[in-house]
């Protein structure tokens, strides 16, 4: 997340370390300092898409897409009341088709697809499906389980790279404070050029400062959980197969060409087939010919080497 930068300030995760990004329901990111400066009302507008948003409503963003972070919470919002399991129904089809209309919805206010019609299609399903909601309430389902999962983990993720950040930050702050107090020295003590002099101690600075890491990827899963606008976020948590047990390797192969002993005069070689006529009275092979493999002056001297091979023979 070195990359992070607010839309509205311009301000960076280098120029500000503790820079944290917030994210509402619109899926536009906004820095904390000016979630506090156009919310100071405790609502206001995105000021990139102009949606009526609450303060109260903003997050801190938890993945480098501000867009997976929307598609979480909208999808768990709709699960709270979409929570019927394979169980409430009497066939395999009609447990898809439900399937499939969940992520019809997700996809659409994640895409701002036609919101008003399915914020309708949403509410008139909480009405008609209320007394089963209610019941699938006490229970937390599988997709929500494995979602709260999967923010937990991003969040550990976030906070251990947070804390690294600090660390290497306020190391490269000890250095430079350091190379200065020797470049000022430097400069007092010595005759030699002061541009040359403050050249030097910058290639020093450079080498000596120590490199931001690059995230580390999360490890592989055997499990993905695959979102509906295409997203496929790894699920963490759960124990892979055991390793491929490496097998030895024998030695390298190596060619050697093949020795052909015959009972019989010895054959042409191919250049003779070519030049000595043997192909004279034959058709040239056909484009489709050629394209398969077949050669007319191979075929020649196949067949002059096998009637030539048993000639001695007895």
């Given at each position: 997340?070195d990359d992070?930068?607010?839309?509205?300030?311009?301000?960076?995760?280098?120029?500000?370390?503790?820079?944290?990004?917030?994210?509402?329901?619109c899926?536009?990111?906004?820095?904390?300092?000016?979630?506090?400066?156009l919310?100071?009302?405790?609502?206001?507008?995105?000021?990139?898409?102009?949606?009526?948003?609450?303060?109260?409503?903003?997050?801190?963003?938890?993945?480098?897409?501000s867009?997976?972070?929307?598609?979480?919470?909208?999808?768990?919002?709709?699960?709270?009341?979409?929570?019927?399991?394979?169980?409430?129904?009497?066939?395999?089809?009609?447990?898809?088709?439900?399937?499939?209309?969940?992520?019809?919805?997700?996809f659409?206010?994640?895409?701002?697809?036609?919101?008003?019609?399915?914020?309708?299609?949403?509410?008139?399903?909480?009405?008609?499906?209320?007394?089963?909601?209610?019941k699938?309430?006490?229970?937390?389902?599988?997709?929500?389980?494995?979602?709260?999962q999967?923010?937990e983990?991003?969040?550990?993720?976030?906070?251990?790279?947070?804390?690294?950040?600090?660390?290497i930050?306020a190391?490269?702050?000890?250095?430079?404070?350091?190379?200065?107090?020797?470049?000022?020295?430097?400069?007092?003590?010595?005759?030699?050029?002061?541009?040359?002099?403050?050249d030097?101690?910058?290639?020093?600075?450079?080498?000596?400062?120590?490199?931001?890491?690059?995230?580390?990827?999360?490890?592989?899963?055997?499990?993905?959980?695959h979102?509906?606008?295409?997203?496929?976020?790894?699920?963490?948590?759960?124990?892979?197969?055991?390793?491929?047990?490496?097998?030895?390797?024998?030695?390298?192969?190596?060619?050697?060409?093949?020795?052909?002993?015959?009972?019989?005069?010895?054959?042409?070689?191919?250049?003779?087939?070519?030049?000595n006529?043997?192909?004279?009275?034959?058709?040239?092979?056909?484009?489709?010919?050629?394209?398969?493999?077949?050669?007319?002056?191979?075929s020649?001297?196949?067949?002059?080497?096998?009637?030539?091979?048993?000639?001695?023979?007895?």
């Amino acid at each position: 997340m070195d990359d992070q930068v607010c839309p509205r300030c311009k301000t960076t995760k280098y120029r500000n370390p503790s820079l944290k990004l917030m994210v509402n329901v619109c899926g536009h990111t906004l820095c904390e300092s000016c979630v506090e400066l156009l919310f100071l009302k405790g609502s206001g507008s995105c000021p990139e898409c102009n949606v009526a948003l609450r303060r109260s409503n903003f997050r801190v963003q938890l993945f480098e897409d501000s867009n997976v972070d929307k598609e979480v919470q909208i999808r768990k919002r709709i699960l709270k009341d979409f929570n019927k399991k394979e169980d409430d129904f009497a066939t395999l089809d009609e447990y898809n088709d439900y399937l499939e209309m969940i992520e019809e919805l997700v996809f659409n206010l994640c895409n701002n697809i036609d919101i008003i019609n399915t914020n309708k299609r949403i509410e008139q399903y909480k009405r008609d499906n209320r007394e089963i909601t209610m019941k699938n309430k006490s229970k937390l389902s599988k997709d929500e389980l494995e979602l709260e999962q999967l923010v937990e983990y991003e969040k550990e993720q976030f906070e251990q790279r947070r804390k690294e950040l600090a660390l290497i930050e306020a190391e490269n702050r000890k250095q430079k404070t350091k190379n200065k107090e020797e470049l000022i020295d430097s400069l007092m003590a010595s005759y030699e050029d002061a541009s040359a002099i403050v050249d030097k101690f910058t290639q020093k600075a450079e080498q000596a400062q120590i490199q931001l890491p690059k995230p580390v990827a999360p490890p592989p899963a055997p499990k993905q959980t695959h979102f509906s606008s295409g997203i496929a976020t790894g699920f963490a948590g759960q124990h892979g197969f055991l390793a491929v047990p490496k097998l030895e390797e024998g030695p390298l192969y190596a060619y050697e060409p093949q020795e052909f002993a015959t009972d019989g005069p010895t054959p042409p070689t191919l250049g003779e087939v070519i030049t000595n006529g043997y192909i004279r009275h034959i058709r040239t092979e056909t484009t489709a010919e050629k394209a398969g493999g077949f050669k007319t002056d191979l075929s020649c001297l196949r067949a002059i080497q096998e009637a030539l091979a048993g000639l001695y023979h007895g």
